[in-house]
């Protein structure tokens, strides 16, 4: 199992660009969720989903679009980059297990927004 | 209100002894789940322990332990006998509901160091 996978590691946008971060996991997990890590702040989610096709935005939405098409993958778009959105970024998936969802995390993706 | 409070920015420990790490929270729902995770420099998120609402005993993994007090809403990750792999930020988490699944809430962090 290769886990949660996310791509790219690195990525620096200019003000105004659009992108989407990725992340996969094949562990047939229902739950799918997208953080951002700030200094200070600790991890605020951003959307989350319960299964394919479903989605629900979390803590700090704004700026971010999801989709679910598939249990596998949960890519989050960027629709117009601003230095605000400067972070580092975290998908984690989580199953139901006696009500634990504990979440597997995947390395993170670093964004600079210049 | 902050649904996951941590008031240690940062701690320090002697190597072999034993640290704990706060972390109160705020919730009304009767159902919700308490996690710690630790975030070693490499920056990966890695699974401590994990606490249910209902469950009469507090958790333990190994040199983890987790010291719930329902009444007080506090939820402090005890390390013992430290190691210096242990340096690291820790992460106390919530979820809350049953079958919500996704909603967690993190704290700010308590960075710890393990001194020699």
């Known amino acids: 199992n290769a886990g949660v996978t996310q791509t790219p590691k690195f990525q620096v946008l200019k003000t105004g660009q659009s992108m989407t971060l990725q992340c996969a996991q094949d562990?047939?997990?229902?739950?799918m969720s997208w953080y951002r890590q700030d200094p200070g702040m600790g991890l605020r989610l951003i959307h989350y989903?319960?299964?394919?096709?479903?989605?629900d935005q979390g803590e700090v939405p704004n700026g971010y679009n999801v989709s679910r098409s598939t249990t596998e993958d949960f890519p989050l778009r960027l629709l117009s980059a601003a230095p605000s959105q400067t972070s580092v970024y975290f998908c984690?998936?989580?199953?139901?297990?006696?009500?634990?969802?504990?979440?597997?995390f995947g390395p993170g993706t670093r964004l600079t927004v210049t | 209100a902050q649904k996951i409070t941590q008031t240690q920015p940062g701690m320090f420990v002697q190597e072999k002894e034993a640290v704990t790490l706060d972390c109160t929270y705020d919730?009304?729902?009767?159902?919700?789940?308490l996690f710690w995770y630790k975030q070693p420099s490499s920056g990966e998120m890695i699974f401590l322990i994990y606490?249910?609402?209902?469950d009469q005993q507090n958790a333990t993994e190994g040199r983890y332990s987790l010291n719930f007090q329902k009444a007080r809403k506090s939820a402090n990750l005890v390390i013992s006998a430290s190691q210096l792999g242990d340096s690291a930020m820790y992460f106390c988490?919530?979820?809350?509901?049953w079958g919500t699944g996704n909603q967690f809430y993190f704290g700010t962090g308590t960075s710890l160091t393990v001194i020699p």
């Open positions: 919730t009304s729902d009767p159902s919700y789940g």
């Open positions: 562990m047939n997990h229902e739950y």
């Open positions: 984690a998936s989580s199953y139901s297990y006696q009500g634990t969802y504990e979440q597997y």
């Open positions: 989903s319960v299964g394919a096709g479903i989605t």
């Open positions: 988490a919530m979820r809350e509901g």
């Open positions: 606490q249910g609402s209902y």
